[in-house]
């Protein structure tokens, strides 16, 4: 639970998949199916100003019978997204996820510029690997293989 979100990202990767305010939802859905992502940050001048998720298509799109195809992700994205240090810990991470209820996190890296985003899937994923590993320890601890 100690872990930096940057160590995460180095195995992850960094590479981050954005559109702008103006995409509209059908072509934000087509670049997520695309790249297998659950959501998108939107970026408009080099500035971060929402994220756009599965959730937003959900809740307010689908829900309110909007036309994909002509409502832009500006009226349906979530608006100035938390975001979490990377030298935050995967424990600090699992926090704020779960005390805000989100899937989804902006990791920030120098100047508070984006520099990856995290999924509640990739940090149990650590977590497991991790606990796996300690486990595989204790057991060649115990057996004498160590």
Not at 7 to 20: A, C, F, N, R, Y
Request: hydrophobic share 40%.
């Amino acid at each position: 639970m100690q872990t930096p979100l940057n160590e995460i990202l180095e195995k992850k990767g960094t590479e981050i998949i954005s559109v702008s305010s103006a995409t509209n939802v059908t072509d934000a859905v087509r670049s997520m199916n695309s790249h297998s992502i659950g959501c998108l940050l939107v970026i408009d001048d080099g500035r971060t100003v929402g994220i756009f998720t599965e959730r937003d298509v959900l809740t307010r799109v689908i829900e309110h019978g909007r036309d994909h195809a002509a409502t832009p992700v500006a009226d349906v994205m979530s608006q100035d997204p938390v975001s979490i240090d990377h030298q935050a810990t995967l424990g600090e991470a699992m926090a704020v996820m779960r005390t805000r209820r989100f899937r989804h996190l902006v990791v920030t890296g120098e100047g508070g510029m984006p520099c990856g985003l995290l999924s509640i899937n990739d940090l149990i994923g650590w977590l497991v690997e991790d606990h796996e590993h300690e486990i595989e320890q204790l057991t060649n601890y115990i057996a004498g293989s160590y």
